[in-house]
């Protein structure tokens, strides 16, 4: 079963998007594991998109996803009763997609929906089940949005690093940087037509903006002094990130355009990895208690405290509403933590030994990291409830450093 | 920027303690070059023409006054040549020392490298490198690559306080962007920490 719907995803994928070739070596499978709770949902097979609504759904950790066959292929309310769904998704595609979520107790429909037609089919079926999961949570679904994240190839001392951007469930891929020197630490731009990343090109790593139409880029910092962990504002107008002072690190923020550099901490030791809780305030990790830990300050300096203090070691938050994921490390052992930035409750979600580097869905429900899967560099994305897992590979190279982007229009 | 009293203040916390190390080295390795050293001077660390600590611009200010004469690196006048850095057999031709999990420290087992190198460099003033400093892969990422930078400012202490000039040398933290070994264990952990000596124009 898991390994059909692998099979069907890559299927879909290599018939739908014949056009987009540019990172077909990095195409990444996608590993399923089923939540055995959440709402029982049958997607019914209306759509050739049917599965990737299916697979949408299931790594949200919030469904059960239903066999349709156990409908016996009927629509009918008595067959979808006694398949064992509590709610199903019908409709037709003739184009578009014109489908509804079917309370199947009562077999009434709760909500009816028409997709447009869209030149990137996959994308239909991401809206289509971004509804559906708003419908049956009251959460907006973050499943039409994009990630970006950076693989490495080749041998020791000799690699190539590639930027690539992709669909949220790892496909579509397209290389928008390759080089020979490392690249790291992408972070979109709200309106997700940007990304801000560090390249070590010049030598030293700085921090350039990239026009991901165009391919236009321009470094924003200043290139005689390394520049890591780059952070777009919620406004657009701005980005952290985080300068070096002969080994030491502080926090700046600076116009997106370039430009401007307002210095926010001041201290001996590491600042860095800044990231925005809010238009007005950012959360970075520090090491002036000795240990990295996670710090929050006012986006225009002043007031800072420490806001992490289960662990000895946390690092690389990544922020959505009251949910901080982090990089939590004790002893060998590294793993995702979610850290509810009002209680300060935690939850470690991650399932490897040496994870880092979480990336929060702009809804707070998914988390994709990076993880070692078998000795290869991988992401893995885990339902913030912890129930749903999954792991993308590429066969190309060890990929890592994940940022997911922003809702999408 | 950042100049603060409190970094300037830690710098020569630094300095003092990279000295005292340095200090403990020179008892150790008593083949660490430097022609004079062997006509009884002592602690001339940085003295030489005193222009150490005149070129230095966090102001440490050892060696003014403190070695006199004898301990100088004066210019050409090494024991080592830059030929020799092509040199497979020479001690030249280590460019990596390891370091310590979530250390900095140098380990006095690669005193004696950096020691050589040191000397090509106060004596050849024209000679550049580049410390490139590595982490393995425990840990955050973006954090990794400033503790590495670290692993890079404190060859770069070392080396000035043995005569090089600031001006010679620079620093890039890589993180663990830059593995020299794939593994996923202690072993290539152990030989991910490390600072690569890389000489300009090589």
């Given amino acids: 079963m898991k390994k059909k719907l692998l099979t069907t995803l890559l299927l879909s994928a290599s018939v739908l998007l014949p056009a987009l070739t540019a990172a077909e070596e990095l195409h ?6 089923a939540s055995a709770d959440g709402t029982r949902i049958l997607v019914t097979p209306f759509s050739p998109l049917s599965k990737v609504i299916e697979a949408d759904l299931q790594r949200s950790g919030r469904f059960a996803l239903v066999d349709p066959t156990r409908a016996g292929g009927s629509s009918s309310p008595e067959a979808l009763r006694a398949a064992g769904a509590e709610y199903a998704v019908v409709g037709s595609q003739s184009g578009g997609l014109d489908f509804q979520l079917i309370n199947v107790n009562s077999g009434q429909a709760v909500g009816s929906f028409r997709i447009p037609s869209h030149p990137n089919q996959r994308r239909m079926a991401h809206k289509a089940a971004d509804l559906v999961f708003e419908k049956l949570t009251g959460v907006k679904g973050a499943f039409d949005t994009r990630i970006a994240y950076v693989s490495a190839s080749g041998p020791a001392r000799n690699q190539t ?31 997700a037509r940007q990304l801000a990343y560090v390249s070590y090109e010049s030598g030293r790593p700085v921090v350039y903006v990239q026009d991901l ?36 690190y502080n926090i700046v923020v600076a116009n997106a355009s370039g430009g401007g550099a307002r210095q926010i901490t001041n201290t001996r030791g590491i600042n860095v990895e800044p990231q925005w809780a809010s238009s007005n305030t950012l959360v970075f990790t520090s090491d002036r208690s000795g240990q990295p830990q ?10 800072e405290n420490r806001i992490s203090f289960s662990g000895g070691y946390n690092a690389g938050a990544s922020i959505a509403g009251n949910t901080v994921a ?8 590294s793993k995702i933590t979610l850290m509810n930035a009002a209680t300060k409750e935690t939850r470690t979600i991650s399932r490897g030994s040496q994870d880092d580097s979480p990336a929060i869905s702009p809804n707070g429900v998914m988390v994709l990291y990076a993880t070692d899967a078998g000795g290869r560099g991988s992401l893995a994305v885990a339902s913030d409830n912890g129930k749903a897992h999954q792991i993308l590979y590429s066969q190309a190279g060890d990929v890592r450093d994940p940022a997911w982007s922003p809702y999408l229009d | 920027m950042t100049n603060s009293e409190m970094s300037v203040m830690n710098m020569k916390l630094l300095a003092s303690s990279v000295l005292a190390v340095a200090l403990a080295v020179s008892g150790c390795a008593p083949q660490t070059t430097a ?54 057999n020479s001690i030249l031709a280590q460019r990596i020392i390891y370091f310590d999990f979530d250390s900095s420290n140098i ?42 930078e670290r692993r890079g400012y404190s ?11 600031a001006n010679q040398m620079d620093v890039i933290g890589y993180g663990e962007e830059v593995p020299a070994d794939f593994g996923h264990n202690e072993a290539a952990w152990g030989k991910n920490r490390r600072v690569e000596i890389k000489y300009a124009g090589e």
């Avoid at chain 2, 050892?62 to 090494?78: D, L, V």
């Avoid at chain 2, 060859?155 to 000039?165: A, C, F, I, S, T």
């Fill in chain 1, 28 to 33: 990444i499978r996608i590993d399923s594991d």
């Fill in chain 1, 161 to 191: 690093y590639q930027l690539i951007v992709s669909d949220s469930d790892g496909f579509n891929p397209r290389t928008i940087v390759s080089s020979r020197k490392p690249v790291m630490s992408p972070s979109w731009s709200p309106d």
């Fill in chain 1, 294 to 303: 996670l710090y929050q300050t006012a986006a225009t300096g002043g007031g």
């Fill in chain 1, 326 to 333: 982090m990089v939590q490390e004790s002893g060998n052992t």
């Fill in chain 2, 35 to 88: 022609p004079g050293t062997g006509g009884g001077a002592t602690g001339g660390y940085g003295a030489g023409t005193g222009g150490a600590g005149n070129n230095n611009p966090y102001g440490y200010g050892y060696g003014s006054g403190a070695g006199g004469s004898g301990s100088n690196y004066g210019a050409g006048s090494g024991v080592y040549t830059p030929a020799e850095l092509s040199n497979p």
């Fill in chain 2, 107 to 148: 380990r006095p087992e690669y005193m004696n490298i950096l020691n050589a190198h040191a000397s090509l460099l106060s004596a050849y003033p024209n000679l550049r490198v580049r410390l490139e400093g590595h982490a393995d892969e425990r840990g955050s990422r973006e954090y990794n690559v400033a503790l590495s």
């Fill in chain 1, 213 to 248: 139409a165009s391919g236009g880029k321009r470094a924003i910092s200043d290139p005689n002094r390394s520049s890591i962990s780059p952070s777009w504002s919620p406004d657009g107008n701005s980005i952290a990130y985080s300068v070096a002072d002969r080994g030491n």
């Fill in chain 2, 155 to 165: 060859v770069l202490d070392y080396l000035q306080v043995k005569g090089v000039r």
